[in-house]
């Protein structure tokens, strides 16, 4: 399987992430962590630096300040790839993303090059959303799927794995998104590229703890990547 690293933005994640970390370390393969982490004011960093002193497989890197989802993953990506790795799973800090499924991914990405921890491949998968949300979710897929002929029930799932090599060919620098407009360009890079992408089923639970940091912004600048990068006005 080759080794395998984990990469988790945060920005005031204080609450969960000590959680998550915990379910990763303790999950069957051995895979390690790399949480990037935007400058938190809620002491999200130095919670990390703390438990980093007692697990040499966790990893930190400390940014200057909130700088977006999309630049997060790239650092993250760019770190991960210069040390080694093999698979590049990323996922969010909330618990949202149940670590129980990395294993389930790591196996796929045996297979297959990009693979999408899905909460709609089997029907509707999501916990405790407010209707608005999943209607809002459901309809950015559907739109995203139909423009972009993305092969994914979920364009716009954070809970990916990718192989290096897709990673290294894609040319990080030149991706123009940043906030959760990344999810869609990168799969759609991979994809126009001619790698392989496949799903699996996840069960979607969302945050007990602390707030989403999705901002309508972000949400009306999804619509228009979109058909930015069908209209080819980002460069693939």
């Known amino acids: 399987m080759g080794r395998a690293i984990v990469v988790v933005p945060t920005y005031n994640e204080r609450e969960n992430v000590s959680g998550l970390l915990e379910k990763i370390f303790a999950l069957d393969v051995a895979c390690d962590v790399l949480v990037v982490d935007d400058n938190s004011p809620d002491g999200t960093g130095a919670l990390l630096d703390e438990i980093r002193a007692g697990q040499p497989r966790l990893h930190v890197l400390h940014r200057a300040g909130r700088m977006g989802l999309g630049s997060a993953y790239i650092a993250g990506f ?67 799927r139909a423009i972009t002929g993305l092969p994914v ?33 990168l799969k759609y890079r991979a994809f126009r590229a001619g790698y392989s992408i496949g799903e699996i089923p996840i069960i979607f639970v969302d945050r007990r703890l602390g707030s989403s940091k999705i901002t309508r912004r972000e949400i009306y600048a999804s619509i228009l990547t979109v058909w930015k990068l069908r209209l080819g006005r980002y460069r693939t």
């Open 78 to 144: 760019r770190q991960a790839l210069e040390q080694g790795y093999d698979h590049l799973i990323s996922m969010d800090a909330d618990l949202s993303h149940d670590p129980r499924y990395v294993p389930d991914l790591l196996a796929a990405g045996e297979r297959t090059d990009v693979v999408v921890g899905s909460r709609y491949l089997t029907g509707v998968s999501v916990v405790n959303w407010p209707i608005w949300r999943l209607a809002l979710s459901l309809g950015a897929n559907t739109y995203a």
């Open 153 to 185: 029930r979920d364009c716009t799932s954070g809970f990916q794995c990718f192989r290096a090599a897709v990673l290294r060919s894609l040319s990080l620098e030149a991706i123009r998104t940043n906030g959760y407009s990344f999810l869609i360009e």
